[in-house]
């Protein structure tokens, strides 16, 4: 019995090695491979394990692999990241480039981040270097005698060259939950650009209906206009077929209280604006290369709440914790 059991966890540990093998082993046939070296990053705060799966999943969308080292075919680049500041984090990036036999380098100050974020920072600002050096390939013809790049690095080309849409504009159902009582539902029509490539700034427009909300002398219904601005940062690549969205934005709704009163009491309808500020997350699916499937969470709080009273006491209104959600379709232009 000791002996199977011997024989199982050999077998599992041969196995473990082999996957281990799999994921390290670089540079297989039609598969280009980029090597990943640092120096000096550990004592500065900055984990390598995480740089090394952060900037491999980046250019996993690119099908291009990240090892720190190879076997069979040679890298396409060698990316260096090191530290270079005495006091916080300033990391050097480095790309060797083999398919255009270019150099370049980058600084990131990353003292600004929190440390969640700098991993992602990283494996971004290695994915524009890398980008950048590519592109010459369509900027200029190769030597006769140089190798043919490998095919998904000419595809990398091909997609910075394409134009990629700057502008949205969509409609989303939404709901919003808020602590001092409102709920609503309704619909948004929306507009964004995008300045740079991972930013995207919107506007929206909004139609609200609360649920009823039961008060001591009757009941109360509300409607709602709301107006808001955000913007929104891509924590994946916005070419991809699906992907991940910081998100933040301040509304102004305009909410109106209508009250049903009971017999003996006396309605007193009202209108108020709030201003509601939120963050959270936003992921969309493409159904096309001009269309795509929205979604977003947001947790926020009114920075100037509103309320409906009945007798003096609060019944219902635009206060507290909020949480906000809805779905959509966007098209792209």
């Known amino acids: 019995m000791a002996a199977t059991a011997a024989s199982v966890a050999m ?7 082999t996957a281990d093998a ?20 550990e004592p500065e705060g900055i984990d390598l394990a995480e740089v090394l799966r952060h900037v491999r999943a980046e250019l996993a969308m690119r099908h291009i692999d990240v ?42 100050d990353l003292r600004t981040l929190p440390p969640d974020a700098r991993f992602l920072a990283i494996a971004v600002a290695t994915d524009e270097l890398l980008r950048a050096s590519w592109i ?18 000419l595809e990398v080309v091909q997609s910075d060259l394409k134009a990629e849409p700057r ?92 009250p049903t009163a009971d017999a003996g009491a006396v309605e007193h309808p009202n209108q108020a604006t709030a201003v509601v500020a939120a963050a959270g997350l936003a992921a969309w699916v493409a159904l096309g290369p001009a269309m795509r499937l929205v979604a977003d969470a947001t947790l926020g709080a009114p920075l100037r709440p509103v309320q409906a009273t009945d007798t003096g006491s609060q019944v219902t209104g635009v206060r507290g914790l909020t949480f906000a959600t809805g779905g959509g379709v966007v098209a792209l232009f």
Request: one cysteine or more.
């Open 11 to 17: 077998v599992l540990a041969s196995s473990l090695a």
């Open 22 to 41: 799999r994921v390290d082993a670089c540079g297989a046939p039609g598969r280009p491979w980029i090597r990943l070296e640092t120096a000096a990053i």
């Open 67 to 108: 090892c720190t080292e190879g076997s069979g075919s040679p890298p396409s680049a060698s990316v260096r990241i090191a530290t270079t500041a005495t006091e916080g984090v300033e990391i050097a990036i480095d790309v060797r480039d083999a398919v255009t036999d270019k150099r370049l380098s980058r600084t990131l």
């Open 136 to 153: 010459e390939l369509a900027l200029r013809a190769p030597p006769p005698e140089a190798p043919r790049p490998p095919p998904a690095i």
């Open 167 to 258: 502008v949205e504009l969509g409609a989303q159902l939404a709901f919003e939950w808020y602590g001092g009582g409102q709920e609503h539902l309704g619909v948004d029509v929306r507009a964004g650009v995008r300045p740079v490539r991972r930013v995207t700034a919107f506007v929206r427009l909004g139609l609200r209906q609360g649920l009823v909300i039961a008060a001591p002398d009757g009941s109360v219904r509300s409607t709602a206009l709301l107006a808001g601005l955000g913007g929104r940062l891509a924590l994946t690549s916005p070419s991809g077929p699906g992907g991940l969205e910081m998100l933040g934005r301040v509304d102004a709704v305009r909410v109106s209280f209508l």
